[in-house]
T-cell receptor, first 114, second 112 residues
């Protein structure tokens, strides 16, 4: 079993739809959970960050972490064509040394149609 | 502007011809890392460095070397490239006490 599982998609939705992206993980030591967005031909950029369990909201984006189920989600409300990108979940056990190394999901390719 | 730069952005080479991909950051970050990104496999860490002269293997280090002689630079060296190293490579950096990693624009390498 891979440490982090993420459905690669592709996922195609109409503009204005609510998008749900998910990852599951197996390592119970993970405490830091991130979502990166990667546009075509670009490097990943940090979108959302959550420590331990709970929700975090930033504009149209909401990140959720359920440590008991080892499951994280990213919701995008009122999706826009500019949200079309690959979304990568990432997680780590800590900051220092190898604990700070990020483990990435494979990424979900999202396309939002006008 | 805070950034991570990589050079070259695109490289086509032949098997066995040594090459170096440079990475530089202007944010005085302690931590730097190299990843490769392949379809169906996602981002995998090759090597990382916690500070000058401190490097360690990531998940897929075979066939690669790195060095960290200066804080801002972290070159990736392929001494004898092979076709299975054809990939998209990313350099990243972060401050040692923070979580956010900044990625470079990527280097697309093709080994024939």
């Amino acid at each position: 079993q891979k440490e982090v599982e993420q459905d690669p998609g592709p996922l195609s939705v109409p503009e204005g739809a609510i998008v749900s992206l998910n990852c599951t993980y197996s390592n119970s030591a993970f405490q830091y959970f991130m979502w990166y967005r990667q546009y075509s031909r670009k490097g990943p950029e940090l979108l959302m960050y959550t420590y331990s369990s709970g929700n975090k909201e930033d504009g149209r984006f909401t990140a959720q972490v359920d440590k008991s189920s080892k499951y994280i989600s990213l919701f995008i409300r009122d999706s826009q064509p500019s949200d079309s990108a690959t979304y990568l979940c990432a997680m780590s056990a800590g900051y220092g040394g190898s604990q700070g190394n990020l483990i990435f999901g494979k990424g979900t390719k999202l396309s939002v149609k006008p | 502007e805070a950034q991570v730069t990589q050079n070259p952005r695109y490289l086509i080479t032949v098997t066995g011809k040594k090459l170096t991909v440079t990475c530089s950051q202007n944010m005085n970050h302690e931590y730097m890392s190299w990843y490769r990104q392949d379809p169906g496999l996602g981002l995998r860490q090759i090597y990382y460095s916690m500070n000058v002269e401190v490097t360690d293997k990531g998940d897929v280090p075979e066939g690669y070397k790195v060095s960290r002689k200066e804080k801002r630079n972290f070159p990736l060296i392929l001494e004898s490239p092979s076709p299975n190293q054809t990939s998209l490579y990313f350099c990243a950096s972060r401050a040692g006490h923070l979580y956010e990693q900044y990625f470079g624009p990527g280097t697309r390498l093709t080994v024939t």
